[in-house]
Structure formats: structure tokens, C-alpha cells
């Protein structure tokens, strides 16, 4: 019944910027952690970002200092703002949300269908 819903993706040159959104379709209480994840066709899905519910943040090394993660907690809605987008950085980009459905419930889980970033010339 809880869905997110990615956009934003898209084909840009390198060097460009791109900002993806995921929205939180449903009723729940609260937005607890948010992180960004990347899969390439083949490999691992790999970790980029996370940001916990106190606001702190944390990166992986290949996007430090040019991708930023954020959220509307009033719009249900998770960002990730992409700043200097090398082809490396081609992949297909989930948006994972951990949440509560009750106060004190156990905090889930759930994935976004996925968005695909193109960087290209």
C-alpha cells in the first residue's frame, strides 16, 4: 500500500546537473532514514547516499562534494540533487526509504522503481 515514486532521471552531458525525486505514496507517519543507491547493469547495487532522521548525511567516495541528499518532510518527498555528473556516474538510481506506519512500529523498508541517469556527450 506504501509506494515511492522516482523521478527526475534523464540524459545530460558531463559536467551537468540532474535532481531526482522520490515521493512517498501512502499513509505514514514519518519519514525515518532516506538513502540513494545506484545499479548498473551486471554489478552490485551500490550505496551513494544516506541521510538519517536527525539530518546528518554521509556519502560514498565517488559522489563526496557533488551530489547532496535531502527531503520535504511536509511533502512526503526525498531528493537527490546530482552536480557534476561524470559518464561513471551512468546507472539506474533507487531511492530507499525506512519508515513507520504506527507510532512505535517497527521501522520498514521499501525501494523505488528505479530512474535511469544517463551521462553522455
Known amino acids: 500500500q506504501v509506494q515511492l515514486v522516482e523521478s527526475g532521471g534523464g540524459l545530460v552531458q558531463p559536467g551537468g546537473s540532474l535532481r531526482l525525486s522520490c515521493e512517498v505514496h501512502g499513509t505514514i507517519r514519518m519519514i525515518n532514514t532516506a538513502a540513494w543507491y545506484r545499479q548498473v547493469a551486471g554489478n552490485q547495487r551500490e550505496w551513494v547516499a544516506s541521510r538519517v532522521s536527525g539530518g546528518a548525511t554521509n556519502y560514498a567516495d565517488s559522489v563526496q562534494g557533488r551530489f547532496a541528499i535531502s527531503q520535504d518532510n511536509a511533502k512526503n518527498m526525498v531528493y537527490l540533487e546530482m552536480n557534476s555528473l561524470k559518464p561513471e556516474d551512468t546507472a539506474v538510481y533507487y531511492c530507499?526509504?525506512?519508515?513507520?506506519?504506527?507510532?512505535?512500529?517497527?521501522?520498514?523498508?521499501?525501494w523505488g522503481q528505479g530512474t535511469q541517469v544517463t551521462v553522455s556527450s
Open positions: 530507499n526509504v525506512g519508515y513507520r506506519g504506527r507510532p512505535g512500529g517497527a521501522i520498514r523498508t521499501i
